[in-house]
Nanobody
């Protein structure tokens, strides 16, 4: 089982920024495309962003385009999600995974990191 550990969440005011980290536990993250997902209260988990193995392809959900940026540091075995211009509707638990498909078919989620955007 490929385990990841998410961190970096917290409480931030609208318009603020946070950087989330996704660290691999026991495997080399560099050999996988990595996806970020989120699940807001009462809603289904949804895809946010994905980065390919060699960083030449990064995709974003429309609702975060221009505000979020995904990157990876393979030397640190970590993927990041820089979140800027945060909105209250970005409030959710954020998860990463060595997976970039439909979150409904993935079942090895970590604990996630909670992001709350509120004044």
């Amino acid at each position: 089982q490929l385990q990841v550990v998410e961190s970096g969440g917290g409480l931030v005011q609208p318009g603020g920024s946070l950087r989330l980290s996704c660290a691999a536990a026991g495997f080399t993250l560099a050999t996988y495309a990595i996806g970020w997902f989120r699940q807001a209260p009462g809603k289904e988990r949804e895809g946010v962003s994905c980065i390919s193995v060699n960083e030449n392809r990064r995709t974003y959900a429309d609702f975060v385009k221009g505000r979020f940026a995904i990157s990876r540091d393979n030397a640190k075995n970590t993927v990041y999600l820089q979140m800027n211009s945060l909105k209250p509707e970005d409030t959710a638990v954020y998860y990463c995974a060595p997976f970039c498909g439909d979150p409904r078919v993935y079942n090895s989620w970590g604990q996630g990191t909670r992001v709350t955007v509120s004044s």
